[in-house]
């Protein structure tokens, strides 16, 4: 997606681009009530095991198809509304992508509940690469960003076909019964994908709402180089969800808060020096890669790292929460930060300017991770890796004073340089942690075993 962004970005100006990131926050905003938190609710009820899972994902998928319809008929009804917003007539195509869109996550999701988490990830990779195969040649023919959003939507479609041949469970007969069951948890998940939308799309629809559209590609632009950033936790987080759902019905708490402890060690090894180098790097990021309008986000680029260091904490315990059948307390930790980012991003971005919109996600993302935290600590024992954290925050400085100097040697002039002196602050950061015992026995070690 990193890849496909950059191109797009260079392939289109800023205001183009917009259009595109508009349309996809508002299929993600409209997700929320085409979903009601049901594909989690699946997963969760499929990974806890029993006799009747045929039963829950027909029932999964009437409820779903229900809801979809309903949404789509509004988005018809109102399609003048949605286009002005987007900025383009794409409300039949909104229609088309988010039914492929929210059955294609619906089937991810009945596989993962199968605890077979490796099976989609061929899938999610077809998908992007669909979008990016079909969304590039579409651009290159002059579609501009209706392009991008057929390759969305192609993606989708592969996706769904996709996730659709793999899932062991057949479609059985929908009940009352098997749609209260999913219902009550997803009714606390609905909370919680709430959350992620507003945290993954609001700042974009404020931005889009007091600033112009170029504003909205530069500040999606910033948000799509940190998610490189939480590969690892996100990876992490969604495999530890169904296991750790199988483990509490077991009652193995103690190899559920073991886990915890050893996950939260793995994604801050990647997300502390990540945070020197963009604070080192951003301008020349933003200004070589994707074009010297999007330099205007540097800054928000780094408070978005910041963001990034609590998220990884958060991608960890915010999954172990509900995986322990407490949704409730992961619904009540994101009504409080929501709440806090819808107050503090528009405030922000009228005060502030332009960064404000980050500094409000950030905050509202430390508020978010100390919650789920707080809440898990309740049901669990396990331990925060201080520590290991010291160590890296440590590394990462002498990575920081060693690019620095590098920097001053031979300053960026193009992506070459810049993706040269990126290695040679790797390579130190490596270098100075394996030298360390307790990240090369904790972390590094076991990773390189895991890989192999």
Same mark, same amino acid.
């Given at each position: 997606? @990193?890849?496909?962004?950059?191109?797009?970005?260079?392939?289109?100006?800023?205001?183009?681009? /917009?259009?595109?990131?508009?349309?996809?926050?508002?299929?993600?905003?409209?997700?929320?009530?085409?979903? !009601?938190?049901? %594909?989690? #609710?699946?997963?969760?009820?499929?990974?806890? /095991?029993?006799?009747?899972?045929?039963?829950?994902?027909?029932?999964?998928v009437a409820f779903k198809a229900t809801a979809t319809t309903v949404v789509a008929a509004g988005i018809l009804l109102g399609r003048g509304s949605v286009n002005d917003f987007i900025g383009a007539n794409v409300a039949g195509l909104l229609v088309v992508g988010l039914a492929t869109h929210e059955f294609s996550k619906l089937y991810l999701h009945a596989v993962r509940g199968e605890l077979r988490v490796g099976e989609t990830a061929p899938i999610e990779f077809a998908n992007r690469l669909v979008w990016l195969g079909l969304g590039a040649l579409l651009v290159t023919?002059?579609?501009?960003? $209706?392009?991008?959003?057929?390759?969305?939507? #192609?993606?989708?479609?592969?996706?769904?076909?996709?996730?659709? %041949?793999?899932?062991?469970?057949?479609?059985?007969?929908?009940?009352?019964?098997?749609?209260?069951d999913l219902l009550a948890f997803s009714k606390y998940q609905t909370v919680t994908s709430v959350g992620g939308r507003v945290y993954s799309w609001m700042d974009v629809a404020f931005v889009g709402y007091f600033l112009a559209s170029s504003y909205v590609s530069a500040y999606e632009i910033a948000w799509q180089v940190t998610l490189l950033v939480i590969l690892v936790s996100k990876s992490i987080g969604v495999t530890l969800f169904p296991q750790i759902s199988q483990w509490n019905e077991a009652a193995a708490t103690e190899r559920i808060g073991s886990s915890i402890s050893t996950a939260m060690g793995v994604t801050l090894f990647i997300s502390i020096p990540a945070l020197v180098g963009a604070t080192i790097f951003a301008s020349d990021i933003l200004r070589f890669i994707f074009g010297p309008e999007y330099v205007v986000a540097a800054a928000v680029l780094v408070v978005l790292m910041v963001e990034k260091? @609590?998220?990884? !904490?958060?991608?960890? &315990?915010? /999954?172990?929460? $509900?995986?322990?059948?407490?949704?409730?307390?992961?619904?009540?930790?994101?009504?409080?930060? &929501?709440?806090?980012?819808?107050?503090? %991003?528009?405030?922000?971005? &009228?005060? =502030?300017?332009?960064?404000?919109?980050?500094?409000?996600?950030?905050?509202?993302?430390?508020?978010?991770?100390?919650?789920?935290?707080?809440?898990?600590? +309740?049901?669990?024992?396990?331990?925060?890796?201080?520590?290991?954290?010291?160590?890296?925050?440590?590394? %990462?400085?002498?990575?920081?004073?060693?690019?620095?100097?590098?920097?001053? #040697?031979?300053?960026?002039?193009?992506?070459?340089?810049?993706?040269?002196?990126?290695?040679?602050? &790797?390579?130190?950061?490596?270098?100075?942690?394996?030298?360390?015992?307790?990240? +090369?026995?904790? =972390?590094?070690?076991?990773g390189i075993r895991t890989l192999i």
């Open positions: 997606m @990193f890849g496909g962004i950059t191109f797009f970005a260079n392939s289109l100006d800023a205001g183009q681009l /917009g259009i595109y990131f508009l349309f996809q926050t508002v299929l993600g905003l409209l997700s929320i009530p085409a979903d !009601v938190g049901i %594909s989690g #609710a699946l997963e969760k009820r499929l990974s806890e /095991g029993g006799q009747t899972q045929d039963r829950t994902l027909g029932s999964a023919r002059g579609y501009g960003p $209706r392009g991008i959003v057929v390759g969305l939507i #192609a993606g989708s479609a592969v996706g769904l076909l996709w996730a659709y %041949s793999r899932c062991g469970v057949p479609i059985g007969r929908p009940t009352m019964d098997a749609v209260k260091v @609590f998220q990884s !904490v958060n991608d960890v &315990v915010e /999954g172990a929460v $509900r995986a322990i059948n407490r949704p409730d307390l992961a619904a009540r930790a994101t009504v409080v930060a &929501v709440s806090l980012n819808l107050v503090l %991003s528009p405030l922000l971005l &009228v005060t =502030v300017g332009f960064v404000g919109a980050a500094i409000a996600t950030t905050t509202s993302w430390f508020v978010n991770t100390v919650l789920h935290a707080r809440y898990l600590s +309740r049901y669990v024992s396990f331990s925060i890796p201080y520590r290991l954290a010291g160590w890296y925050a440590a590394s %990462s400085l002498l990575m920081g004073g060693a690019l620095l100097a590098v920097k001053w #040697a031979v300053p960026v002039t193009g992506v070459a340089i810049l993706v040269a002196e990126i290695a040679v602050g &790797v390579a130190v950061y490596v270098a100075v942690t394996v030298a360390i015992p307790d990240v +090369r026995d904790q =972390v590094i070690l076991p």
